[in-house]
């Protein structure tokens, strides 16, 4: 296959050398510029584009490995392939560690020619395409794409930085839907072997002997059913990053063949008699408190210090409350964009009861019921009457110090009421005007009230019928 026309420049001092290559290379495509010296072949590098080089290692006012020297540290993108008439063995060697693609021995042919450089073109554009996934993966696992500026989440992304570069092994632990995938993916991102494969494995989803045969591999006829090698994701994986999720669920025996696997990295696949190599770097994860499982037997203490080297722990969101509001706005625009939805975000007393509410399924659950508000709703800004209908029975708690007499009790115990009562009775008042389209005496009916009693409770909240009609509502109020 043909490689895509490229910029070349020739630096020779010899004007068949320019005349033969710019014959051969134009005629399949490429656009060739020459000069016959080191210092105008600088000088053009610097005035435009140029894929490739062209290099005479004998020119007459540079030594051709010197001139390569200044081209690879001030020009690293540009390919090189030298040319001389003096070939040598040392001189191919020295050229190729100095950064050179390729060499061609003076004379070579048209075919020669046009192969070294079109091998060095495919190289180099391979090489961009693979630096621009390597940098999209990057951007699309950031940091920056995890959305958090509480103190704990900022020594967690320090942490990571330091960490993920090394091949050492990393233990992730923390509340389910606190994003520990997300992290290992980040940490993958940063690491040595991000152009390698990133493979999940939920320890809590296989059988013991399934999950032994997915991590190890099988020979046929190693056990019944097995009609053919399988290859485990140790060999798979090969030279990339393992995520072990929920690997408190690992049975004891398959504990002991992991840990080998992490001293020696070497593992031996179901019914084989020789062990195998491989370089995988492990990230595990866990929602259990395994230095508890450990002290009740269920988990080997040598596994979990040996997965304990670089220990991170992931806060629940009850812990870091102040990410709420940004953790909100976040999913909100995400899921708006999705969906073609114009909400433009959620009224102080909805987010109030989002920062207060306790999210056991942390940030997973937060992003599901966003998701649900906004598939949901019909008004640009999400109230609490919104929010209370998808956190029904789970309105959370204020935080409040125990009480150390009865009349700081009974003062808690009024702010309680003032605060929760409130704002259901606020967002009773609001839907109910919503579904009367403003007139005060329908939605007096609707709920069973006096519209006197009504029009005083509206009042009381600051509330008016133009101010609770929902977008498109034309009755009048009476």
């Not at 493979?199 to 591999?217: A, H, K, N, Q, R």
């Not at 001293?263 to 994860?285: C, D, F, Q």
């Amino acid at each position: 296959m043909t490689a895509a026309p490229a910029d070349i420049l020739i630096i020779d001092d010899e004007a068949v050398i320019h005349d033969g290559c710019k014959l051969a290379l134009c005629e399949h495509g490429h656009t060739v510029d020459a000069v016959f010296d080191g210092r105008n072949g600088i000088e053009r590098l610097t005035q435009r584009h140029f894929d490739l080089v062209l290099l005479d290692l004998k020119l007459p006012d540079i030594d051709g490995m010197q001139l390569l020297e200044v081209i690879r540290r001030e020009k690293p993108t540009v390919g090189v392939v030298v040319m001389t008439g003096f070939s040598s063995v040392s001189d191919a060697v020295r050229a190729i560690k100095l950064g050179a693609f390729d060499y061609l021995s003076k004379p070579f042919s048209d075919d020669e020619l046009v192969l070294a450089v079109e091998k060095a073109v495919k190289t180099k554009r391979l090489a961009e395409e693979n630096l621009a996934l390597r940098k999209q993966l990057f951007a699309k696992f950031d940091f920056s794409s995890i959305v958090g500026e509480d103190p704990k989440m900022l020594r967690i992304f320090e942490e990571i930085r330091k960490a993920a570069p090394t091949d050492s092994i990393i233990l992730i632990e923390g509340e389910s839907g606190t994003g520990k995938e997300l992290f290992a993916k980040a940490i993958h991102a940063h690491s040595q072997r991000s152009d390698k494969q990133f493979i999940v494995v939920d320890c809590s989803t296989f059988s013991p002997s399934l999950l032994e045969s997915e991590l190890f591999g099988h020979l046929k006829g190693s056990f019944t059913g097995a009609t053919h090698d399988k290859p485990g994701i140790f060999e798979v994986a090969d030279g990339g990053t393992l995520f072990l999720d929920e690997v408190a669920n690992l049975t004891l025996d398959v504990q002991g063949k992991l840990l080998r696997v992490m001293e020696t990295r070497e593992y031996r696949p179901v019914g084989a008699s020789l062990t195998r190599k491989t370089n995988i770097r492990i990230i595990a994860a866990s929602n259990q408190n395994l230095k508890a499982l450990v002290e009740q037997g269920k988990f080997r203490s040598d596994l979990f210090y040996r997965l304990s080297v670089l220990p991170i722990y992931i806060p629940p969101l009850r812990e870091r409350r102040q990410d709420i509001p940004k953790l909100a706005y976040h999913f909100l625009r995400i899921f708006c964009r999705e969906m073609g939805r114009r909400v433009q975000g959620f009224s102080d007393e909805a987010l109030e009861a989002l920062i207060n509410h306790d999210w056991p399924g942390n940030v997973r659950q937060l992003k599901n019921v966003v998701e649900r508000l906004v598939i949901m709703a019909d008004d640009e800004v999400l109230g609490y009457h919104h929010l209370a209908e998808n956190l029904r029975g789970r309105h959370g708690t204020i935080p409040v110090r125990v009480p150390e007499t009865l009349k700081e009790l009974r003062l808690i115990k009024k702010r309680i009421i003032a605060d929760q009562y409130g704002r259901i009775e606020k967002a009773f008042l609001v839907k109910a005007l919503a579904a009367a389209y403003g007139n005060i005496s329908e939605a007096a009916a609707a709920v069973g009230m006096q519209r006197s009693n009504f029009s005083t409770m509206l009042k009381k909240h600051g509330l008016s019928p133009a101010r609770s009609e929902p977008a498109g509502g034309t009755n009048e109020a009476r």
